[in-house]
DNA sequence: TCACAAACGAGAGCACTGCTCTCGCGGATA
DNA sequence: TATCCGCGAGAGCAGTGCTCTCGTTTGTGA
């Protein structure tokens, strides 16, 4: 704490916080295509104009909601998954570690339980990119946390090798250098697979596409968990 | 050809035709987020009111244009399939039938080819629902075509079968019963896993969550392609 | 062929938006 | 203590979706 210097400081970083919070809560009723700055400082009982001490342009506040959106994903996901490793989780083994396999579904099915729970920031990460563009430094590293649990998990399971062309290898063994991942460039490739089948599931539920055929969308979720955790071998 | 009314209902049409296509264009330059109606009845060189004549609201003509591009999307993934039937496609069987395996890869190469060269098209359909709620009744029948087109083409392969609960089973098979598929429940909920990773993986590339990793995303593509049409059986 | 009604485009206007700029106030800093 | 800098208020600009009114055009039914 006050690693950072100032009252002052404090001050602004709690003040910035309550603009989100705001901002988050008139996401749920609005959506983020309806989130406007004036509203917010409204509810806030705040000149407009003071918002662009703290952001300086709506996209600036639709990023900040976007790294905290994902972060929070991320927290869900690693708290399902720390669980189910305590034996909390169901269809633990109680006598030791949980099975891969199972800590697998349960970050898949707490993923998709985070999304339903918060459909408006889901769909702000994982929707169309709604700014110009989202500035790629920011958020690349809290976006990385599923994905990067998704492969520790298949790791401790030591899934199946594929044969992957030349290309895609040396894109996924630099991807393997720089986050020292423990998995030949074959498995993590089907681990990329499962991951974006995950988020093709949850937005396509969300997103309605699936309204005439498997709406609501739980005992295909879990199909398709399941389909996918055999598919990368666990 | 007319068999509506009148002469003025053509007009009509071909105004509504003139909106959209401008809309188009100015939807490649701004994304979905700014189009414009004013915008585009400056092109048009009319004024703005005019346009209600024609769509009643801004998100009227935002519907208009998804329809449209759920049906070139479509028509793209259909165009595909029958070419390779003709034995034009590659790798197609040059004395028979083309085999439903390259049938399948070949839409799925289409659909991606259409969705990159068309992406804020693409947004607009499985990005974030934009409009409050799009209409349902409209879109569904024209956004269909991929999925049951996938869903033929496994017809003809003969999909493996899967075990699936009770639940899903009884949504698949009034989906069944609803489309005349020739298929039992657990292969279609395996073309299901199938498709939500098709678009899993095109959303992924097309909205830059594949950067830090498998980007640019052919070869992932083609992996990932690949590796459904094994799951399914093909 | 003609009169009428329906459809049409123009323009003004309303309420709203993001964003900028200027202006005083007041607490933290030197 | 004197000063400076961060802060919020308020006005204002350009732009938006959408509505309403008002002449004009135009196709159509008699």
Redo the contacts between chains.
């Keep these: 704490m006050n690693a950072g210097r100032t009252a002052r400081d404090r001050a602004r970083a709690e003040v910035a916080q309550e603009i989100k919070d705001e901002a988050r809560r008139h996401l749920v009723t609005e959506?983020?295509?309806g989130l406007s700055l004036r509203a917010v400082s409204r509810s806030l009982g705040v000149a407009s104009s003071a918002l662009y001490r703290y952001f300086p342009s709506r996209d600036d506040l639709l990023t900040a909601l976007i790294i905290d959106a994902y972060d929070a994903m991320g927290a869900a996901a690693e708290h399902a998954d720390s669980e189910i490793r305590k034996g909390r989780g169901k269809s633990a083994d109680s006598t030791g570690e949980a099975e891969p396999r199972d800590r697998w579904l349960a970050v898949c099915r707490a993923v998709r339980t985070w999304a339903v729970n918060h459909r408006h920031e889901y769909?702000?990460i994982?929707?169309?990119?709604?700014p110009g563009?989202?500035a790629?430094k920011d958020t690349?590293a809290p976006?990385?946390r599923v994905p990067l649990l998704l492969t520790a998990i298949a790791t401790a399971g030591k899934v199946e090798d594929?044969s992957?062309?030349h290309?895609?290898r040396s894109?996924?063994s630099s991807?393997i250098g720089m986050n020292s991942i423990d998995l030949p460039p074959g498995a993590l490739?089907?681990v990329?697979?499962a991951w974006?089948?995950?988020?093709?599931?949850i937005?396509?539920e969300l997103?309605?596409?699936l309204?005439?055929?498997?709406d609501p969308a739980?005992?295909?979720f879990?199909?398709?968990a399941a389909?996918?955790a055999d598919?990368v071998g666990l």
Excluded: C, K, N, W
């Excluded at 994982?126 to 709604?130: F, I």
């Excluded at 974006?196 to 599931?201: A, E, H, K, P």
């Design positions: 959506g983020a295509h769909e702000l994982y929707g169309s990119p709604v563009y989202e790629p690349v976006a990385t594929s992957i062309g290309g895609l894109q996924l991807v490739a089907r990329m697979v974006t089948q995950l988020f093709g599931v937005s396509f997103f309605g596409q309204v005439g055929s498997a739980d005992d295909f879990d199909f398709s389909a996918m598919f």
